[in-house]
């Protein structure tokens, strides 16, 4: 109101408005969602939540808004700290269909589908990319994302599955024949072909450059996000790829990265990302399969450093398959960067562990890694500002 009569002296109703508009649009706790410390608490001090605040970065979490009046209910009558109803409310939130901005906004951070708005393939090379084909990569992941969520599928089923969705447009780039129509439906795939969060376009083309693949941002994008071991930033000055051509002979990706890999300062992380990478190299760079490469057969098969052999895309699969207890706890890691808003300390690594203990007698299903991170010491506690 004070805002109101200050506009209101200075011209109508409506300029009092303005101001009122004006103020809400620019306060911190309208832009924010703040978390204060409690009254007299020493800087530095960890602290449990209390239920209104564990009802909030609850509802944020799963929902991306502010509880309703059931998760509030319970937080004022001081129930939400027990264990059996706490679970109870994840698992109802979960099913909840205001649930539905958790899996685009999760998916979009975790898989880095945001950077697909950024994705431009060369027209030149890559006539068949539109904007159509872009809006379908985005909405099979999310739709397939979301179906794993619902279905209360395992983690490594996030890999594995032998479905999609597609519409007509998206059916004929990959080359699925039967699939007509705007409207998106459930296929499932045959065998050997795609399947899996890692056959998708979204995800294949994010990974690459605009004019051509590259096993080396594959590789680094499949550690960051399905393996959860990250390579460290690249020295200074690093060389780049030899030309396609020498001596007048067209070289592959893979010959070229040979030829980079002699520079002892590029060999060490190379070794871990391009084996990786070289395994989605039969997708181009908008997702579409292939098999030769500059009129070459395409060789996708790698093997890493710790011998571990690599034939291709299912190759791959069957490795995060061999490697599920690691790759559920890349996904416990991802929740909880996600639900806190932050990265993670390395003091809170035995959490992620511990998570990933308590889930593995389920299958590591997406229920009991969330409920995992919602009992957490990182979910449940705060440290006040220093």
Not at 1 to 12: P, V
Not at 169 to 175: N, W
């Given at each position: ?12 109703f409506w300029t009092g408005m303005g101001r009122v508009i004006e103020y809400i649009l620019v306060d911190p706790e309208f832009l924010f969602r703040i978390e204060p410390d409690p009254a007299r608490i020493p800087p530095g001090t960890v602290y449990r939540l209390d239920d209104i605040q564990l009802a909030s970065r609850l509802s ?327």
């Open positions: 109101m004070t805002h109101y009569a200050r506009g209101r002296r200075e011209g109508d944020f979490f799963l929902w991306s808004s502010i509880p309703d009046d059931e998760l509030l209910a319970l937080a004022e009558r001081g129930k939400l700290h027990d264990p059996a109803v706490l679970e109870h409310q994840v698992r109802r939130m979960l099913r909840d269909k205001r649930s539905q901005p958790f899996t685009d906004n999760f998916v979009g951070q975790w898989l880095t589908q945001r950077a697909l708005e950024r994705s431009s393939p060369v027209p030149e090379l890559f006539p068949q990319f539109d904007d159509n084909l872009r809006d379908a990569f985005s909405q099979e992941t999310r739709l397939f994302v979301e179906s794993q969520l619902r279905e209360d599928g395992r983690a490594i089923d996030l890999v594995t599955a032998d479905y999609t969705y597609l519409n007509e447009r998206l059916a004929r780039h990959y080359g699925i024949a039967d699939v007509y129509g705007s409207r998106f439906r459930r296929v499932t795939l045959p065998q050997g072909s795609r399947g899996g969060v890692l056959g998708q376009g979204s995800v294949l083309t994010v990974s690459s450059y605009a004019h051509r693949t590259s096993p080396v941002i594959r590789g680094k994008w499949l550690l960051d996000n399905m393996f959860g071991s990250p390579p460290p930033p690249p020295p200074p000055n690093v060389p780049a790829l030899p030309d396609t051509t020498t001596g007048g002979k067209s070289l592959s990706v893979r010959a070229r990265l040979e030829q980079h890999r002699k520079n002892p300062a590029c060999a060490s992380c190379h070794a871990r990302m391009d084996p990786l990478g070289f395994a989605l190299e039969n997708f181009d760079a908008i997702g579409a399969w292939r098999s030769t490469e500059n009129g070459a057969p395409l060789d996708a098969s790698g093997a890493l450093i710790d011998g571990a052999k690599i034939d291709g895309f299912t190759g791959l699969k069957q490795l995060l398959a061999n490697r599920q207890d690691d790759f559920a706890a890349t996904i416990a890691e991802k929740l909880m960067i996600y639900a806190l808003g932050r990265g993670l300390s390395p003091s809170e690594t035995p959490y992620i562990r511990a998570i990933t203990r308590q889930a593995a007698p389920d299958g590591y299903r997406w229920s009991s890694l969330i409920v995992g991170v919602v009992n957490s010491v990182p979910f449940q506690y705060r440290r006040s500002s220093p």
